[in-house]
């Protein structure tokens, strides 16, 4: 009997609770889960909750779409938390475009209230459904599917969105194609898209064309200047993903003649790998000891932070080199550039140097510097 009457006391305890679950608002300071947002207590939750004002006004369409979507979700609306169901404004400028895009968590209910809106989508089986919608009309898009809105009138459209789930989600296309750092080479084989076009749309989307990843060292770089070589860093500033890691690289091209004058690395340690032609390197010690040597293809040499070091054509062909750092930003100042290419005076470059007047002024014309 006692037995009896504790599960009919439980089975009560559980509907009578089951029957104030009418919400679960969404607490916004928890995290999100699959399953939405913890619930806040009910004591905390307010009429506030289940009322926004946030779709009064249009949102900005001065972007690249011309158009704005402003979603009352979960994590904007925590009143529709749990319940299945929310909703989002539209705006399209003349020109506006929803990209093609999807919500995965949910199907959409279109309801035109300005303008004009060419609409559709395409099924799973790729059919395509289009439509040109005015004020009052509205449209159905099954969960999932690729679909957009256009604007079709030369006026501004408005339309209001209803999503069966909380949070359905958004997915533009081309902003998950080329607004991210999606290897441009997996892009191009995923989707068949030209590489040129890729890397297009990376630009005007603002993609990073591949962090971890650059071809530009697959290059020479033009050697036509005064020294007859050339430097091409792939350090922090260009290849963004050594960032923090201690590492760099970089690539040296020497014309015959051509010469990396005497110069520092302030922030790291180099070590030199030749991969073509005959460079004669060395450096010069805190003690004053010189180290030099003549480096072939496969040779290399390592030169300690900071210290003065050079390298030169020693071969009479085009020579490559390619040195590593032990910093993502090692620096570079070369000697000559530092004491005649800008506008140190003239007079103490002569006195922190013990060059003559005449030679000073003769390098400082020759390398662009003044003073
Ligand atoms: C609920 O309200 C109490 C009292 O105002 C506050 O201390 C608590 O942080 C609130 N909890 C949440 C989840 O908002
Ligand atoms: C290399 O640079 C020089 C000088 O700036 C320029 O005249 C020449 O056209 C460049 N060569 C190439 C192949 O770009
Ligand atoms: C260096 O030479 C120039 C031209 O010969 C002269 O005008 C200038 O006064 C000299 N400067 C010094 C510091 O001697």
Do not use: W
Request: proline share 6%; with cysteine; glycine share 10%.
């Amino acid at each position: 009997m006692i037995h009896i009457l504790l599960i009919i006391s439980s089975l009560f305890t559980f509907s009578a609770h089951a029957a104030v679950q009418d919400f679960c608002v969404a607490d916004l300071k928890a995290p999100e889960s699959p399953a939405g947002f913890s619930c806040k207590p009910a004591a905390n939750v307010t009429v506030d909750d289940f009322v926004s004002t946030g779709l009064r006004l249009a949102g900005s369409t001065d972007n690249i779409i011309k158009a704005a979507v402003t979603p009352e979700f979960a994590a904007q609306f925590p009143g529709v938390n749990g319940l299945g169901i929310s909703i989002a404004r539209l705006d399209l400028a003349p020109g506006g475009v929803v990209p093609m895009h999807t919500h995965p968590g949910g199907s959409e209910l279109l309801l035109v209230t300005q303008g004009f809106i060419e609409a559709g989508f395409i099924s799973s089986a790729n059919a395509v459904y289009v439509k040109t919608l005015k004020k009052g009309d509205i449209m159905v898009f099954p969960q999932g599917l690729l679909h957009f809105q256009v604007n079709a009138g030369g006026v501004a459209a408005v339309a209001f969105a209803s999503f069966s789930s909380a949070a359905p989600g958004l997915q533009i296309t081309d902003f998950a194609l080329f607004a991210n750092d999606l290897p441009s080479s997996l892009v191009e084989t995923t989707t068949f898209l030209p590489i040129e076009v890729v890397k297009k749309l990376k630009a005007v989307l603002g993609g990073s064309v591949d962090d971890f990843v650059s071809s530009s060292l697959n290059f020479a770089a033009n050697t036509s200047n005064i020294i007859n070589a050339a430097v091409t860093p792939a350090f922090s500033a260009q290849l963004p993903g050594v960032n923090g890691l201690e590492i760099s690289i970089s690539r040296l091209d020497l014309a015959p003649n051509g010469v990396i004058p005497m110069h520092t690395h302030p922030g790291g340690s180099k070590l030199l790998l030749v991969t073509q032609g005959v460079i004669r390197a060395g450096f010069i010690s805190s003690a004053n000891k010189v180290c030099i040597k003549t480096l072939k293809k496969g040779d290399i040499m390592v030169f300690p932070q900071g210290l003065l070091h050079f390298q030169l054509n020693a071969g009479g062909v085009p020579a490559v080199a390619f040195a590593s750092f032990s910093s993502a930003s090692p620096g570079l100042q070369i000697t000559d550039f530092a004491l005649f290419a800008n506008d140190l005076p003239s007079s103490l470059v002569e006195k922190t140097t013990f060059l003559d007047n005449a030679t000073v002024r003769k390098l400082k014309a020759v390398l662009g510097g003044t003073g």
